[in-house]
């Protein structure tokens, strides 16, 4: 006779394709199925609740982002294929669908790529065991594997969906201008520009215009283990209308003593890589690497700016200087980081220029090559 332990024996060999009829029989048997789907919807969620038959094990659930779409695929769990809609701002509907006996596929319809957390309730009393899958509002970008042995590039258009940025006429209701706009048109051409070099591989932080919360823009940077993380901007000064010109703003000294923060924040997501290795965030660490992102986004900045004045009116750019304010962009750990304001929404020269495809092409390229020198500054000592 088939007994139990005969039967996860063979289950942890994967060894279903020997099978008889009847082990098959008893394998439908023990294997938990899906009873019932259903959700709950607020602003800071999408809950999607499984209730299972039976238990399933984390290690046997493997996921993966496709376009819009959310997939896992759970080993040890059988399923009739079905189809739930919801009314929520980020998930459109859920599908399982029986890939074998034991094997099955949820797929989940997003409004656009989200952040997303999976657990399980163990069963009590007449509740059952519970698959849980939480997609929340902040954006997920799709891409953040690079090849090995090239530059990474992190490229973050400021703003965007509900936050405008700079916007003009100020005040209106509905403005003609916005910021928002504006640096993605020129991350966009900086990002083309790049990748005519075969040698880097190029992320942005958002590719059309959508939110994505400042720490989630920190974290990409983390993540892909950016060798340099450009944010693009453009100012607004209402008060100083006569104020015009490009800035690459780096952080300040003052403004480092407050990374260990950022640190820990980003920690909580995140692990420091390199070519061969990874590691958790700790105090040491955080020192070393605002260090080095101190010195390197200097670095980072002079070249930008000397590429710039090549190629704009010198005059127009006007160098670098310290950012005080609390931007957690340019702080990352361990990621040299800039800021470049690109001009003033607020001054009638720079607004026009900043409209024109023409001169966001002349900012692209300045940046890109800033870039590009940077990058080449690093090829003299070994790749980290």
Not at 33 to 38: A, N, P, T
Not at 244 to 254: D, E, I, L, M
Not at 282 to 293: E, F
Request: charged fraction near 30%; include cysteine.
């Amino acid at each position: 006779m088939f007994t139990r332990r005969q039967f996860l024996k063979v289950l942890s060999l994967g060894g279903f394709f020997s099978f008889s009829n009847v082990e098959l029989s008893f394998a439908k048997k023990y294997i938990p199925y899906v009873k019932r789907i259903r959700y709950s919807s607020s602003s800071k969620r999408t809950r999607i609740v499984f209730d299972l038959s039976g238990k399933v094990y984390k290690k046997y659930i493997s996921n993966y982002m496709k376009h819009n779409y959310l997939v896992f695929v759970v080993k040890g769990l059988r399923t009739d294929r079905k189809k739930v809609y919801f009314r929520s701002k980020y998930a459109k509907y859920v599908e399982v669908i029986p890939l074998t006996s034991t094997k099955t596929k949820i797929r989940i319809k997003l409004d656009s790529p989200r952040s997303y957390k999976i657990f399980a309730l163990k069963s009590r009393g007449k509740k059952s065991f519970r698959l849980v899958i939480d997609v929340f509002p902040d954006f997920m970008p799709l891409k953040l594997k690079t090849e090995l042995g090239k530059r990474v590039v992190v490229l973050d258009p400021g703003h965007g969906g509900k936050d405008p940025g700079a916007i003009w006429p100020i005040h209106w209701r509905h403005p003609k201008y916005k910021e928002k706009n504006i640096t993605l048109g020129i991350a966009k051409k900086v990002k083309k520009l790049l990748e005519k070099d075969s040698r880097i591989s190029v992320i942005m932080t958002r590719e059309r215009d959508v939110f994505v919360p400042l720490l989630k823009r920190a974290e990409i940077a983390a993540k892909s283990c950016a060798d340099a993380f450009v944010s693009i901007h453009a100012d607004s000064m209402p008060n100083h209308p006569r104020w015009r010109g490009v800035t690459v703003f780096k952080a300040s000294p003052t403004l480092f003593a407050k990374a260990t923060n950022t640190a820990e924040a980003i920690a909580k997501n995140v692990k420091i890589c390199s070519d061969t290795m990874c590691w958790s965030i700790t105090p040491v660490i955080v020192s070393l690497s605002s260090t080095v992102t101190f010195v390197e986004s200097r670095k980072l900045a002079e070249s930008i700016v000397k590429r710039l004045k090549a190629n704009d009116n010198e005059n127009i750019v006007k160098g670098i200087k310290d950012m005080k304010r609390n931007i957690l962009v340019i702080k990352t750990p361990g990621r040299p980081a800039v800021l470049v304001e690109t001009g003033f929404m607020t001054n009638r020269y720079d607004r026009k220029n900043l409209l024109k495809s023409s001169y966001q092409w002349k900012i692209a390229k300045g940046i890109a090559q800033g870039i590009k020198e940077y990058l080449r500054s690093l090829d003299k000592v070994a790749m980290y």
